[in-house]
């Protein structure tokens, strides 16, 4: 079995989408079966070839070109057995397709996206749907709003759990504040740590107003990093933060600069309107950092209870949880050992495996 996977997303700070791809040809390189996978990616490559995963360069990044004439070539000149794809289904493909749509949240939220963003996902994603030979998506609460939206079938649709992003990577305390030094962040006090793309449904705005609350009427002598690429609508949030001592804006980071900020946060919060997944609290559990999460989307059901939930809506439950942590020391040992077993259950190996059964189901049925 011969497959492609688009991967001209790694290296362009796509967060999740990045991850995702990186991660799971990183499971395929630890299979032994005997399957070859094309990795299809523009610029350097970011991973050696292995005997059965070989990485090939696209002539070009521009998504004309790949979507319309270069994947589809490559699927008929290099015999593909099947072309896996993040989203956006190319013009034609002599092979099978398989898509990986991590959510639809434009369909509900669409607020949260510029012009367009909006108008590409609403046009590309619902084709994308009804060309592919199966759905991948990230959890069981993307899976039914997907089936519900768009009636997709059950069976053509599986939900495949991430893997740990890189930057759950262990990291010793001392290699971290040598990192965190190295990177320019000198933190005089303890810290909250949060993580994802400065945009709308991350909800960054109610969190400073919880932080205000948890330092200001609550009197906690503590600091807020943010990390993550400003995206649509950035300047909500750097407005709010904006003049702001504890508040400190990273950008983006290095996988090793993240891992080190995990290590030394005291805790880390998630509150995001929604998400499809969520790994950035599966690599914060995986440092054992205490974790106050949302309670929204596919959150509940992959932090289980290894994590304090809270309303996103409302910035009074945001800064309780937050409070919870700070204030209770048998709090915050239970989710650090609750953390790390939590995330054991996640991982890249596994979600290969589950993907692989995929390309077989679609090949048996070509």
């Known amino acids: 079995m011969r497959v492609g996977i688009d991967a001209h997303m790694v290296g362009g700070q796509e967060t999740g989408n990045e991850t995702y791809v990186r991660g799971l040809v990183e499971g395929f390189k630890g299979d032994a079966r005997d399957f070859e996978l ?9 991973t050696a070839s292995t005997r059965h995963v070989r990485l090939q360069r696209l002539l070009t990044d521009n998504p004309y070109v790949r979507l319309g004439a270069e994947l589809p070539a490559r699927s008929l000149g290099q015999r593909l057995d099947v072309l896996h794809m993040t989203y956006a289904a190319p013009v034609w493909s002599a092979a099978p397709l398989v898509i990986t749509v991590h959510d639809i949240c434009y369909t509900t939220n669409p607020e949260w996206f ?76 303890p810290y909250l740590l949060t993580v994802g793309n400065l945009q709308p449904r991350k909800n960054l705005v109610r969190l400073v107003a919880a932080f205000d609350e948890v330092t200001g009427k609550r009197g906690h002598d503590i600091d807020l990093v943010i990390v993550g690429p400003r995206r649509y609508r950035a300047g909500e949030i750097l407005e709010a933060g904006a003049n702001h001592d504890r508040i400190h804006f990273t950008g983006y980071v290095t996988d090793r600069q993240l891992a080190a900020l995990y290590r030394c946060s005291t805790a880390f919060v998630l509150p995001s309107l929604y998400e499809g997944f969520g790994l950035p609290a599966i690599e914060a559990m995986a440092h054992g950092v205490p974790v106050a999460c949302s309670n929204a989307g596919a959150l509940p059901e992959i932090c289980g209870d290894a994590a304090i939930l809270f309303d996103p809506v409302s910035v009074e439950s945001i800064a309780g949880a937050i409070d919870t942590i700070l204030d209770r020391a048998d709090v915050r040992m239970r989710l650090s050992r609750a953390g790390p077993v939590r995330a054991q259950l996640f991982s890249w190996r596994k979600a290969a495996g589950l993907t692989y059964q995929v390309y077989r189901d679609v090949v048996n049925r070509a």
């Open 114 to 189: 510029s012009e367009r963003d909006l108008s590409v996902l609403s046009s590309m994603v619902p084709r994308s749907l009804k060309k592919a030979a199966h759905v991948i998506t990230v959890s069981e609460a993307a899976r039914s709003q997907i089936i519900e939206r768009y009636d997709v079938p059950e069976s053509k649709i599986s939900a495949i759990h991430n893997g740990p992003g890189p930057g759950a990577e262990p990291i010793t305390l001392e290699t971290a504040q040598q990192e965190m030094a190295a990177a320019g962040l000198h933190l005089e006090r």
């Open 38 to 46: 094309l990795v299809y990616h523009v610029g350097l490559p970011w």
